[in-house]
Protein backbone atom coordinates (compact mmCIF):
# COMPACT_ATOMS: atom_id res chain seq x y z
CA UNK A 1 0.00 0.00 0.00
CA UNK A 2 1.31 3.00 -0.52
CA UNK A 3 1.27 5.88 2.06
CA UNK A 4 0.29 9.36 0.97
CA UNK A 5 1.23 11.83 2.86
CA UNK A 6 -0.34 15.42 4.32
CA UNK A 7 1.02 18.79 3.94
CA UNK A 8 2.33 18.95 6.89
CA UNK A 9 4.35 15.20 6.86
CA UNK A 10 5.80 16.66 3.52
CA UNK A 11 7.30 20.04 5.47
CA UNK A 12 8.66 17.08 7.99
CA UNK A 13 10.48 15.47 5.37
CA UNK A 14 11.76 18.78 3.61
CA UNK A 15 13.19 19.71 6.62
CA UNK A 16 15.36 16.52 6.98
CA UNK A 17 16.12 16.49 3.19
CA UNK A 18 17.25 20.54 3.88
CA UNK A 19 19.93 18.58 6.12
CA UNK A 20 20.75 15.76 3.98
CA UNK A 21 21.13 18.17 0.54
CA UNK A 22 24.02 20.17 2.43
CA UNK A 23 25.34 17.04 4.61
CA UNK A 24 25.79 15.90 0.81
CA UNK A 25 27.25 19.04 -0.75
CA UNK A 26 29.53 19.25 2.21
CA UNK A 27 30.55 15.53 2.06
CA UNK A 28 31.44 16.17 -2.04
CA UNK A 29 33.36 19.35 -1.36
CA UNK A 30 35.41 17.09 0.94
CA UNK A 31 35.46 14.31 -1.54
CA UNK A 32 39.35 14.43 -2.44
CA UNK A 33 42.45 12.39 -3.47
CA UNK A 34 43.85 11.06 -0.11
CA UNK A 35 40.68 11.43 2.27
CA UNK A 36 39.51 8.02 3.71
CA UNK A 37 35.64 7.06 2.82
CA UNK A 38 35.66 6.55 6.72
CA UNK A 39 36.71 10.24 7.28
CA UNK A 40 33.75 11.17 5.14
CA UNK A 41 31.30 8.99 6.99
CA UNK A 42 32.65 10.72 10.52
CA UNK A 43 31.91 14.00 9.05
CA UNK A 44 28.43 13.30 7.69
CA UNK A 45 27.32 11.80 11.17
CA UNK A 46 28.82 15.20 12.61
CA UNK A 47 27.01 17.53 10.49
CA UNK A 48 23.43 15.13 10.99
CA UNK A 49 23.65 15.54 14.54
CA UNK A 50 24.89 18.89 14.97
CA UNK A 51 21.62 19.70 12.96
CA UNK A 52 19.54 17.49 14.92
CA UNK A 53 18.71 14.77 12.73
CA UNK A 54 20.36 10.92 12.99
CA UNK A 55 21.91 9.27 10.67
CA UNK A 56 19.05 6.83 8.91
CA UNK A 57 21.45 4.16 7.61
CA UNK A 58 23.53 3.61 10.99
CA UNK A 59 22.13 0.17 12.17
CA UNK A 60 19.63 0.02 9.47
CA UNK A 61 19.69 -3.66 9.20
CA UNK A 62 22.76 -3.85 10.65
CA UNK A 63 24.52 -1.06 8.40
CA UNK A 64 27.79 0.10 10.56
CA UNK A 65 27.97 3.51 9.04
CA UNK A 66 26.28 6.79 7.88
CA UNK A 67 27.02 6.92 4.62
CA UNK A 68 27.67 4.56 1.83
CA UNK A 69 30.34 4.85 -0.14
CA UNK A 70 30.97 3.46 -3.61
CA UNK A 71 33.84 3.88 -5.83
CA UNK A 72 33.88 2.83 -9.34
CA UNK A 73 32.58 -0.53 -10.39
CA UNK A 74 30.91 -0.72 -7.12
CA UNK A 75 26.88 0.51 -7.61
CA UNK A 76 25.73 0.86 -4.02
CA UNK A 77 26.14 0.06 -0.45
CA UNK A 78 30.07 0.32 0.04
CA UNK A 79 30.74 0.45 3.73
CA UNK A 80 33.27 3.15 4.41
CA UNK A 81 36.73 2.63 6.33
CA UNK A 82 40.22 3.03 5.53
CA UNK A 83 40.44 3.00 1.61
CA UNK A 84 41.32 6.35 0.25
CA UNK A 85 39.74 8.41 -2.49
CA UNK A 86 42.25 8.69 -5.51
CA UNK A 87 42.50 10.79 -8.18
CA UNK A 88 40.62 9.57 -11.55
CA UNK A 89 37.75 7.79 -9.37
CA UNK A 90 34.29 8.30 -9.12
CA UNK A 91 33.12 7.88 -5.69
CA UNK A 92 29.19 7.22 -5.16
CA UNK A 93 27.72 8.58 -1.77
CA UNK A 94 24.42 7.53 -0.45
CA UNK A 95 22.64 9.08 3.34
CA UNK A 96 20.04 9.46 4.54
CA UNK A 97 18.34 11.83 7.34
CA UNK A 98 15.70 11.13 9.90
CA UNK A 99 14.49 14.27 11.89
CA UNK A 100 11.20 14.36 13.86
CA UNK A 101 10.16 10.86 12.64
CA UNK A 102 10.35 11.16 9.37
CA UNK A 103 13.03 10.26 6.30
CA UNK A 104 14.49 12.03 3.42
CA UNK A 105 17.36 9.88 1.17
CA UNK A 106 19.67 11.03 -1.39
CA UNK A 107 22.44 10.42 -2.97
CA UNK A 108 25.27 11.37 -5.36
CA UNK A 109 28.26 10.48 -7.60
CA UNK A 110 31.68 12.85 -7.33
CA UNK A 111 34.21 13.17 -9.77
CA UNK A 112 37.83 13.26 -8.24
CA UNK A 113 39.99 15.10 -10.69
CA UNK A 114 40.38 13.92 -13.86
CA UNK A 115 38.27 11.04 -14.54
CA UNK A 116 37.56 10.86 -18.69
CA UNK A 117 35.43 12.20 -20.97
CA UNK A 118 33.37 8.68 -20.68
CA UNK A 119 32.95 8.67 -17.24
CA UNK A 120 31.35 12.47 -16.68
CA UNK A 121 29.35 11.48 -19.94
CA UNK A 122 27.91 8.24 -17.56
CA UNK A 123 27.72 10.84 -14.90
CA UNK A 124 25.73 13.03 -16.76
CA UNK A 125 23.12 10.54 -18.10
CA UNK A 126 22.64 9.40 -14.88
CA UNK A 127 21.56 13.04 -13.89
CA UNK A 128 19.51 13.37 -16.70
CA UNK A 129 17.77 9.95 -16.13
CA UNK A 130 16.82 11.06 -12.47
CA UNK A 131 15.43 14.72 -13.76
CA UNK A 132 13.24 13.28 -16.66
CA UNK A 133 11.86 10.42 -13.47
CA UNK A 134 11.12 13.53 -11.59
CA UNK A 135 9.17 15.17 -14.14
CA UNK A 136 6.70 12.58 -14.08
CA UNK A 137 6.04 12.43 -10.69
CA UNK A 138 2.96 14.47 -10.80
CA UNK A 139 -0.89 13.52 -10.40
CA UNK A 140 -2.49 10.96 -12.98
CA UNK A 141 0.66 10.05 -14.15
CA UNK A 142 1.35 5.96 -13.71
CA UNK A 143 4.18 4.91 -11.62
CA UNK A 144 5.94 3.36 -15.05
CA UNK A 145 5.79 6.47 -16.87
CA UNK A 146 8.69 7.15 -13.85
CA UNK A 147 10.52 4.04 -14.26
CA UNK A 148 10.62 4.35 -18.23
CA UNK A 149 11.89 8.12 -18.18
CA UNK A 150 15.12 6.30 -16.50
CA UNK A 151 15.09 3.96 -18.83
CA UNK A 152 14.71 5.65 -21.93
CA UNK A 153 17.59 8.22 -21.24
CA UNK A 154 19.92 5.77 -19.81
CA UNK A 155 19.62 3.24 -23.06
CA UNK A 156 19.72 5.99 -25.56
CA UNK A 157 23.56 7.07 -24.13
CA UNK A 158 23.82 3.32 -24.62
CA UNK A 159 24.52 2.18 -20.66
CA UNK A 160 22.19 0.00 -18.77
CA UNK A 161 19.88 0.26 -15.67
CA UNK A 162 20.57 -1.85 -12.43
CA UNK A 163 17.78 -4.17 -12.22
CA UNK A 164 18.17 -6.08 -9.36
CA UNK A 165 18.21 -2.51 -7.16
CA UNK A 166 15.40 -0.33 -7.09
CA UNK A 167 13.98 3.20 -6.02
CA UNK A 168 11.15 3.52 -3.10
CA UNK A 169 8.40 5.12 -1.49
CA UNK A 170 9.65 7.28 1.98
CA UNK A 171 8.53 8.49 4.97
CA UNK A 172 7.98 7.23 8.29
CA UNK A 173 10.32 4.43 7.41
CA UNK A 174 12.78 4.82 4.70
CA UNK A 175 12.02 2.08 2.34
CA UNK A 176 8.26 1.93 1.76
CA UNK A 177 5.83 0.68 -1.22
CA UNK A 178 6.06 1.20 -3.97
CA UNK A 179 9.12 -0.23 -5.53
CA UNK A 180 9.83 2.10 -8.46
CA UNK A 181 12.43 -0.02 -10.51
CA UNK A 182 14.40 2.29 -13.45
CA UNK A 183 13.07 0.18 -16.25
CA UNK A 184 9.35 -0.12 -16.98
CA UNK A 185 6.50 0.36 -19.48
CA UNK A 186 5.03 4.33 -19.61
CA UNK A 187 1.30 3.83 -18.68
CA UNK A 188 1.20 0.91 -16.71
CA UNK A 189 1.43 0.24 -12.90
CA UNK A 190 0.04 2.77 -9.96
CA UNK A 191 -1.77 6.01 -10.73
CA UNK A 192 0.61 8.52 -8.89
CA UNK A 193 -1.52 10.60 -6.23
CA UNK A 194 -1.17 13.96 -4.33
CA UNK A 195 0.87 12.96 -0.86
CA UNK A 196 2.75 10.38 -2.51
CA UNK A 197 6.95 10.75 -1.74
CA UNK A 198 9.53 8.92 -3.94
CA UNK A 199 13.19 7.70 -3.51
CA UNK A 200 13.84 8.10 -7.25
CA UNK A 201 17.66 6.46 -7.97
CA UNK A 202 18.71 5.39 -10.80
CA UNK A 203 21.80 3.24 -10.68
CA UNK A 204 23.82 3.42 -14.24
CA UNK A 205 26.03 0.86 -15.04
CA UNK A 206 28.56 1.38 -18.47
CA UNK A 207 28.64 -1.69 -19.18
CA UNK A 208 25.85 -4.46 -18.77
CA UNK A 209 22.97 -4.28 -16.49
CA UNK A 210 24.21 -7.11 -13.94
CA UNK A 211 25.70 -6.98 -11.31
CA UNK A 212 27.16 -9.27 -7.46
CA UNK A 213 27.55 -8.76 -3.63
CA UNK A 214 30.62 -8.59 -2.54
CA UNK A 215 31.83 -11.06 0.50
CA UNK A 216 30.88 -8.68 2.99
CA UNK A 217 27.46 -9.07 2.20
CA UNK A 218 27.14 -5.12 1.63
CA UNK A 219 29.42 -3.76 -1.69
CA UNK A 220 27.15 -4.31 -4.48
CA UNK A 221 29.87 -4.34 -7.71
CA UNK A 222 29.20 -4.43 -11.66
CA UNK A 223 29.72 -8.05 -13.34
CA UNK A 224 31.88 -6.71 -15.61
CA UNK A 225 33.88 -4.59 -13.63
CA UNK A 226 32.84 -1.46 -15.72
CA UNK A 227 31.63 1.63 -13.64
CA UNK A 228 28.62 2.63 -12.06
CA UNK A 229 27.12 6.18 -11.26
CA UNK A 230 23.90 6.99 -8.78
CA UNK A 231 21.92 9.97 -8.42
CA UNK A 232 18.72 9.89 -5.72
CA UNK A 233 16.16 12.72 -4.44
CA UNK A 234 13.14 12.18 -2.67
CA UNK A 235 10.57 13.95 -4.37
CA UNK A 236 7.01 14.79 -3.60
CA UNK A 237 3.89 14.83 -6.17
CA UNK A 238 2.25 18.10 -5.22
CA UNK A 239 -0.84 19.08 -6.89
CA UNK A 240 1.54 21.61 -8.73
CA UNK A 241 3.69 18.87 -9.40
CA UNK A 242 7.19 17.26 -8.27
CA UNK A 243 8.93 19.13 -5.31
CA UNK A 244 12.32 17.66 -4.52
CA UNK A 245 12.64 17.87 -1.12
CA UNK A 246 16.81 17.63 -1.00
CA UNK A 247 17.79 19.21 -3.72
CA UNK A 248 21.36 20.65 -3.39
CA UNK A 249 22.14 24.57 -3.66
CA UNK A 250 23.31 25.14 -6.89
CA UNK A 251 22.02 22.06 -8.13
CA UNK A 252 20.85 21.66 -11.83
CA UNK A 253 17.06 20.61 -12.36
CA UNK A 254 13.67 22.31 -11.72
MG1 LIG B 1 19.79 6.33 -0.84
MG1 LIG C 1 17.00 5.01 -1.57
Request: aromatic share 8%; with cysteine; hydrophobic share 40%.
Given at each position: MI???????????AAAGRILAECLALLAEKTHPGVTTGT?????????????????????RGFP???????????VHGIPGRQRVEEGDLLSIDAGVT??????DSALTVAVGDVGREALRLMDVTRESLEAAILECRPGRRLGDVSHAVQEVVEAAGFSVVRSLVGHGIGKDMHEDPQIPNYGDPGRGPRLEEGMVFAIEPMVNYGAHEVFVADDGWAIHTGDGSLSAHFEHTVAITADGPRVLTRRAGEEGG
Open positions: IRKSTSEIELILDRLAEEFIRRRGGVPTFKGYASICASPNDMVLGGYVA
